[in-house]
């Protein structure tokens, strides 16, 4: 089985709880932290400045793609930030919760 770290984007605080609520009432992820911070990005030719929320998480490769699916459904951004990292390795404790807690 593969473990990923997952960060998912936020425009806020509301929007990030949304999310995480949805994907934890589907056992899609193990729980998230929320990682608040100032954020500048090029949006359509244009700098936009604003407070961003990043949740970041753990998954299996069983859940990715039912992670993606529903993040585009319930967070209000046109292009929803997702990252999956594979961890060069985790210990066998993190491992065993994340298969317990998505099982």
Do not use: C
Not at 37 to 63: C, E, S
Not at 70 to 83: I, L
């Amino acid at each position: 089985m593969l473990y990923y770290e997952v960060k998912i984007s936020a425009e806020n605080q509301e929007q990030a709880d949304k999310i995480l609520n949805s994907l934890l009432g589907k056992r899609l992820v193990t729980g998230g932290q929320f990682i608040k911070q100032p954020a500048r990005f090029l949006w359509k030719g244009k700098v936009q400045d604003m407070n961003y929320v990043f949740i970041a998480t753990y998954t299996t490769d069983k859940h990715k793609e039912a992670v993606m699916e529903d993040v585009r459904k319930t967070s209000a951004e046109e292009v929803p930030m997702m990252t999956f990292t594979l961890p060069d390795d985790i210990n066998q404790e993190l491992r065993d919760w994340i298969d317990e807690t998505l099982a």
